[in-house]
């Protein structure tokens, strides 16, 4: 056949077009690939900024609730004031316990950083420490009487002039003020927080509550209390448990005050149990006072009265508060430290 015949030279231009073709496709995947590489390049620069931005924001929420620090709705803050109406006497258990020690632990808010929380005295449980389970407390002794309550309490330490001052006495009430009938036990291993070591004014902390014995007047900061008196606090824990959950992320959630006495539980934590109420009494009066506390992140020994808070590592053994729920709670009765009665 001849080179230039017609059949020869289609032949030629289809190979032609066959190779631009093949060029050109690979051309079109080499370009797909590339595309599909700056893709997955941008999404992981994408998931690489969101984690940074996610971490910064966990930073923030964790730098809050290191420090014990809480906002507050104006719905919570009528609670809390509402179960301060409550009457002092009702159906209640107590235990009666002193000052155990004293460190810059924290077992709730930082668990195993041993030194790294402002200071704490500690009354209860002897063991507590920054490393606590409800396995050690239940292993250790207490000094509360009854020695069946193994629980862990603590609260910030209280300074006069900058020279720790230990409680002279503490009295942990659990008193039957919402649906005493029904009020159910904590359960073993229940960690709870109140209070606001964050308050910046009186009004962001209305758990803060200081008196002096023998004198009606009270307020959420230090009170002057005259010669002869003490300096004496109360603070009270919420009455509603969420029902499956012994912690939360802020130590709080799992937990809530009911809206007002007679009221009940919300929904959202539809199981009533006891009021923890602390009543701690300080051989001290006058002024100089201040307490340890975390400022900007920092530990300070200088923090004012209206920052008190405190903690709950609930560790009875639990037969025992069963049997204290059922008869002084749910029957009606105010129990002495054995928890059997002593007035109806």
């Not at 005295?121 to 009854?146: I, Q, V, Y």
């Not at 923890?276 to 900007?296: A, C, D």
Request: charged letters at 15%; a positive charge; hydrophobic letters at 35%.
């Amino acid at each position: 056949m001849n080179a230039k015949s017609p059949w020869r030279r289609a032949a030629v231009i289809v190979a032609a077009l066959a190779l631009l073709g093949a060029a050109g496709m690979v051309g079109m995947v080499g370009n797909r690939a590339a595309d599909a590489e700056a893709r997955a390049a941008a999404a992981k620069q994408r998931a690489a900024q969101e984690a940074v931005a996610g971490a910064a924001v966990a930073g923030r929420a964790a730098d809050v609730h290191a420090g014990h620090g809480v906002q507050l709705s104006a719905e919570q803050k009528k609670a809390i004031e509402a179960q301060r109406a409550a009457p002092v006497r009702g159906s209640e258990f107590r235990a009666n316990c002193f000052s155990s020690h004293r460190g810059g632990n924290d077992p709730i808010v930082k668990p195993g950083q041993t030194g790294a929380s402002h200071m704490h005295e500690f009354f209860g449980n002897r063991s507590t420490d920054a490393n606590s389970t409800l396995t050690s407390l239940g292993a250790a002794t207490t000094n509360c009487d009854p020695n069946t309550d193994l629980s862990a309490y603590w609260v910030p330490t209280l300074y006069k002039y900058g020279a720790p001052v230990a409680p002279e006495s503490v009295i942990v009430y659990y008193q039957g003020i919402t649906n005493p009938l029904t009020a159910k036990p904590y359960p073993p291993g229940l960690k709870v927080v109140v209070g606001n070591a964050l308050a910046t004014n009186p009004d962001q902390n209305p758990s803060a509550r200081w008196s002096c014995r023998g004198y009606s007047f009270s307020g959420r900061d230090f009170q002057n209390c005259p010669p002869g008196s003490k300096l004496e606090t109360y603070l009270d824990f919420p009455t509603c448990w969420d029902g499956h959950s012994l912690d939360s992320a802020d130590h709080r959630s799992h937990m809530a005050f009911s809206p007002g006495i007679g009221w009940g539980c919300p929904s959202t934590h539809p199981v009533a149990v006891p009021r923890v109420e602390f009543l701690i009494t300080y051989p001290v009066n006058g002024t100089g006072l201040s307490l340890g506390g975390t400022r900007n992140g920092v530990n300070v020994t200088d923090a004012p009265g209206y920052t008190f808070h405190g903690d709950f590592f609930n560790a009875w053994k639990q037969p025992e508060l069963q049997r204290r729920v059922t008869t002084c709670i749910n029957g009606g009765y105010i129990c002495g430290t054995d928890g059997y009665p002593i007035q109806q």
